[in-house]
């Protein structure tokens, strides 16, 4: 049985070769679909595994309280539906304070600027950087972790000490050739000690996520002065399975910090972790759906190419088949002869559009600054529907080889 396999394989090589410039545009045909399919794929591939990063290092076990969910409200002229206030500070700290939830960890914050300049001695960066004013459960809740040095105390946030958290990018450019730790940046002017330095977080969609300086939130105020700053408050469940009935209780707390009567509508925002990411993952979906239908289409016109090259092929070689029906050669023999050479055709046709697809998934990843993996599911879709292709094409062509008549097959001019 092995030896009638390689056979066949031998014969329909032979074959390929004979009719090698038809077989390499049936091959770039069927590679072309499976390159639309494949590359998709894998820039979806690409795309998933950096919003699961960028986003599950919070843990699916955390909420924030903000001004609006993550869901944008609005009506059909694209008009705000309802304004929420901002949250305040005070009531940022009075959901804080009467939010005495089991297993929950609070934390206050908010974004002093996205624009500021720090310097160190004669060096300065420039002023993209952001500074955010935090509590010491800031980066718990966050997802951060400090690789040097130390994280806020509650020390440092009750006596307002103007010390630092510093992004891994400082370690890059302004402070690239010292030990960050204990040196002291300059940020408006006042100066701040560098008591540690984050794990580096990358890019999400071209922006660093490393370029940002944490202050505890009280000297961040002082330093910051702007009208109606909003204030985000972020809680990490220690036990997963009580996060929805944590949500209940936060949303019930502000409530009362909101001063709500019961038949009104929340005013505030609650966003869970998981949620967003589920959102997002979600509408990367109707790209993948996008992929298979680009996909379906082309390697339907692949399909019918394969199979009209093997028609071809079997009208050509008609008096061969008489030849090897007329030394004893059976139908199946015949039969299986033709089909392999449409499955080597189409297992070609799969390698390269494969190959391409990877290449280009690989490109379009890097130019957008995702986070590349090897798309082990679009490989095993491609190969798998060359292969159907493969069955569909040959099925047809290989029958009508297999019934030829042995007389009328010699009889052919």
């Not at 705000?80 to 939830?101: D, G, H, Q, T």
């Not at 420039?126 to 800031?138: I, R």
């Not at 379906?296 to 399909?303: E, L, M, R």
């Not at 069955?391 to 019934?403: N, Q, R």
Request: aromatic share 8%; with cysteine; charged share 20%.
């Amino acid at each position: 049985m092995i030896g009638l396999f390689r056979e066949n394989v031998k014969i329909a090589m032979g074959s390929i070769r004979t009719q090698l410039l038809r077989t390499i545009l049936t091959v770039l045909i069927i590679g072309i679909g499976i390159m639309a399919l494949v590359g998709i794929l894998t820039v979806v591939s690409a795309l998933e595994n950096t919003i699961s990063k960028d986003f599950a290092s919070m843990g699916a076990n955390t909420f924030t309280l903000n001004q609006y969910d993550n869901l944008t409200r609005s009506e059909g002229n694209g008009e705000v539906k309802k304004i929420n206030p901002i949250i305040s500070y005070p009531e940022a700290v009075a959901f804080k304070k009467n939010y005495n939830y089991p297993f929950a960890h609070t934390s206050v914050s908010f974004t002093a600027t996205a624009n500021a300049e720090v310097k160190f001695e004669s060096k300065k960066t420039d002023p993209e950087v952001s500074v955010l004013g935090v509590d010491d459960y800031y980066t718990v809740n966050s997802g951060l972790e400090v690789v040097k040095g130390r994280n806020f105390t509650g020390f440092d946030i009750e006596n307002n000490n103007y010390v630092c958290v510093l992004g891994a990018d400082f370690e890059k450019e302004l402070l690239s050739d010292v030990n960050p730790i204990d040196k002291t940046i300059s940020i408006r002017g006042a100066k701040f000690k560098v008591i540690g330095v984050l794990k580096e977080k990358g890019s999400t969609f071209g922006k660093s996520q490393d370029l940002r300086v944490l202050i505890p939130i009280q000297v961040a105020r002082t330093l910051f002065t702007a009208p109606n700053i909003n204030y985000s408050t972020s809680v990490m469940i220690e036990k997963k399975e009580l996060l929805d009935e944590a949500v209940d209780n936060a949303t019930i707390a502000m409530r009362k910090v909101r001063k709500l009567s019961p038949i009104e509508d929340n005013n505030f925002g609650v966003s869970r972790s998981d949620d967003l990411i589920n959102k997002i993952l979600g509408i990367t979906q109707y790209l993948g759906i996008s992929a298979w239908i680009i996909g379906v289409i082309t390697i339907f016109g692949s399909t019918i190419a394969l199979m009209n090259i093997m028609l071809v092929s079997v009208t050509e070689r008609t008096r061969e088949i008489g030849t090897r029906k007329a030394l004893g050669a059976k139908r199946s023999t015949i039969a299986m002869q033709f089909f392999m050479e449409t499955l080597v055709i189409g297992q070609l046709g799969g390698l390269v559009g494969t190959l391409l697809g990877i290449l280009i998934g690989f490109g379009f990843a890097s130019l957008l600054d995702f986070k590349f993996v090897i798309p082990w599911l679009a490989i095993t879709s491609a190969f798998l529907v060359c292969f159907l292709v493969a069955i569909i094409s040959g099925l047809y062509p290989a029958l009508k080889a297999a019934k030829l008549d042995p007389i009328e097959a010699l009889r052919y001019e």
